[in-house]
C-alpha cells in the first residue's frame, strides 16, 4: 500500500514539474515571417508520448 501511495506522489511531482518547466522550452515568437511553432509542437508531441506511454503500461506491464 505504501508503495503504491509513494508511487503516485511521485508520479504527481514529476507531473507537475513536467507541466511547469515545459513552457520554457517554447520558442519566442521572432519578429518577421510567421510564427515559429516548433518550440510548442515539441511540447505537445512530448506530452502525448508521456500519456501514450503510461497507458502502455498501465495497460499491459502493471501487475494488478
Known amino acids: ?5 509513494s508511487a503516485r506522489v511521485i508520479l504527481l511531482a514529476g507531473m507537475a514539474l513536467l507541466v511547469e518547466a515545459l513552457p520554457a522550452l517554447a520558442n519566442a515568437p ?3 515571417g510567421p510564427p515559429d511553432y516548433s518550440g510548442i509542437t515539441g511540447l505537445y508531441y512530448t506530452i502525448i508520448a508521456f500519456i ?13
Open 1 to 5: 500500500m505504501m508503495k503504491k501511495i
Open 52 to 64: 501514450l506511454g503510461y497507458g502502455i503500461y498501465d495497460t499491459f506491464l502493471k501487475k494488478s
Open 30 to 32: 521572432g519578429g518577421e
